[in-house]
């Protein structure tokens, strides 16, 4: 499994191209595990703040671990 990369996408009719990030599909399922673990957390939490499910420990981990697969420093 590689992780992403960017490749170069053309604009079609007209329009500029551009960088467009893109991953193997074993880096995208595990991209989208993580976000849907950390979704059904925030979505499940009873702890209150601004962003439901962010201020606990647990909402916190599983957004840096979703950030981690993503290859988001």
Do not use: I, K
């Amino acid at each position: 499994m590689s992780g992403p990369t960017w490749q170069w996408r053309d604009g079609g009719s007209g329009a500029f191209g551009h960088l467009q990030r893109t991953a193997s599909s074993g880096t995208f399922l595990c991209v989208q595990r993580a976000y849907r673990a950390y979704l059904a957390h925030v979505n499940a939490c009873g702890e209150g703040g601004e962003v439901p499910g962010a201020c606990c420990g647990t909402g916190r981990q599983l957004y840096e671990d979703w950030r981690a697969v993503r290859g988001t420093p």
